[in-house]
């Protein structure tokens, strides 16, 4: 069986299913980490589905003789911070439904 490494040097060389034996490995964990510190699962399966495409887009940027968890985990912790940055900034409130705040009429 190949290291995470060695997957991960096969996916920069072009190798899609070393990429897709990546995500096996390597999703479930994220899930269950960043599931611990989320509201609800569907935004930790959004940050490990973010995770994985920050990895594509920067996989010509992963030094050969590194290790891949921990590079993929910053990826995963940035982008989590990032999202309760944006939750902070952007609070939700509740739809008053009663046709006083109609969202198409406050166009």
């Keep these: 069986m190949r290291s995470e490494e060695e997957l991960m040097a096969a996916y920069v060389a072009g190798d899609r299913a070393a990429f897709d034996e990546l995500f096996q490995r390597l999703a479930p964990v994220l899930l269950r980490v ?34 891949l968890r921990p590079w993929l985990f910053t990826i ?29 009429s406050m166009k």
């Design 34 to 67: 960043l599931a611990r510190q989320l509201p609800n699962r569907e935004e930790a399966n959004d940050l490990v589905q973010q995770t994985f495409l920050q990895l594509h887009r920067s996989r010509n940027d992963f030094r050969e003789g590194a290790r």
């Design 76 to 104: 995963a912790i940035n982008l989590k911070r990032e999202h309760f940055r944006r939750m902070k900034r952007r609070p939700e409130a509740p739809l008053d439904l009663d046709g006083r705040t109609d969202p198409v």
